[in-house]
């Protein structure tokens, strides 16, 4: 009997699956489970990376969803600032999927959140996507007049959706005692909130509910669309803090051994469900160099995030008009700015979190 190896292609040896490939065109590392057409609805969510993902889609011609979309002569950076061309509906980021469920429960009025206003000095902001509006509302009133218009969009692209691009972020998260509302950030940074231990706790999700909650998300997409896909992705980018009481690299690399554990698992058990490795892409050594701006090692490069969409486009290709080229333009990152100035300023909640840092 021949020794089970001998018979396995090029991909199964790190020498010549990895050694031996050019990193920016890293063969049979990806290869799709189903075809993605220019003309699927896609609707996008997850931690502030999916941001890289939606824009790339957008620019190569795929049909992203955008239900909430800026007021007329809001544009560019400007509508971004306010959480606007950021993913399908004004949600900002979702770094957890216990966050993304609960916002589709919220929005089909399956569930109601313990905690959604928060003080910002003298006005009010939206506990739950406290980015959205920076300098605040100037009433809690306001501030869920605004919450319900938002959660009529999310419906509306729940609804139009047939395929969901979710990236998953973190499994650390504070919690609302009383109703287990999870918040995109602590309160008591100035996103807004007060911070007090009797009403918030830490919450680190283990691999067990980070599964169970994403197969909820699966379920309540497919009763609304039973033909409904996914395609899950695993964010490259480091904590930029942890409440864990590990080292924050530790707690990164445990955080996202168990996000890439469960993405995978879930890949394998659902035929609707695909995975695509970005995380690999940018966080193996096999690049032979750093795709993260050096200026803080986090943030990933603009030169990286056209590598990955490189990589998933050639896989779709097909969907592409003919002779079109199967990647936005690469982008240069100007002399003195990080990967997400140079990139259409990605907006990430979780950076706040540098200001308490010693």
Aim: charged share 20%.
């Amino acid at each position: 009997m021949r020794n089970p190896f001998e018979t396995l292609p090029a991909s199964a040896f790190w020498k010549t699956g990895v050694k031996g490939q050019n990193w920016a065109s890293i063969e049979q590392l990806y290869t799709r489970k189903f075809p993605i057409e220019t003309t699927t609805r896609i609707m996008t969510a997850g931690s502030c990376f999916a941001q890289h993902i939606g824009k790339r889609l957008k620019a190569s011609g795929f049909t992203v969803l955008d239900t909430e979309l800026p007021p007329q002569g809001l544009s560019g950076a400007a509508a971004q600032k306010f959480g606007y061309q950021l993913y399908s509906a004004r949600y900002g980021n979702i770094y957890t999927i216990r966050q993304f469920l609960q916002l589709l429960q919220e929005a089909h009025g399956r569930w109601t959140p313990g905690e959604v206003v928060w003080p910002k000095g003298s006005l009010y902001t939206d506990a739950l996507r406290p980015n959205v509006e920076p300098e605040g509302l100037e009433s809690p009133e306001a501030v869920l007049a605004h919450r319900a218009s938002h959660l009529k969009r999310v419906r509306r692209a729940v609804a139009r959706a047939e395929l969901v691009v979710f990236t998953f972020g973190l499994t650390e998260a504070w919690l609302h005692r009383a109703s287990g509302t999870v918040f995109p950030i602590v309160p008591g940074t100035s996103a807004g909130g007060v911070f007090d231990a009797e009403n918030y706790v830490f919450h680190n999700f283990t691999s067990a509910e980070v599964q169970r909650d994403f197969i909820a998300v699966r379920a309540f997409f497919r009763r609304r669309n039973p033909n409904c896909r996914f395609l899950v992705t695993v964010s490259p980018v480091p904590l930029t803090a942890t409440a864990s009481g590990r080292h924050v690299l530790s707690a990164t690399v445990k955080s996202k051994a168990i996000l890439r554990a469960v993405a995978g698992q879930l890949e394998e058990r659902f035929e609707d469900v695909d995975y695509f490795p970005s995380f690999e892409l940018i966080f193996s050594p096999f690049s032979r160099e750093c795709f993260y701006d050096l200026e803080n090692l986090r943030e990933v490069r603009p030169d990286a995030v056209d590598m990955v969409m490189k990589t998933f486009l050639r896989a779709h290709a097909a969907a592409l008009q003919p002779g079109a080229e199967p990647i936005v333009t690469p982008q240069t990152k100007p002399a003195g700015k990080s990967a997400a100035q140079s990139d259409g300023e990605v907006v990430c909640e979780e950076i706040l979190l540098e200001a308490f840092k010693r």
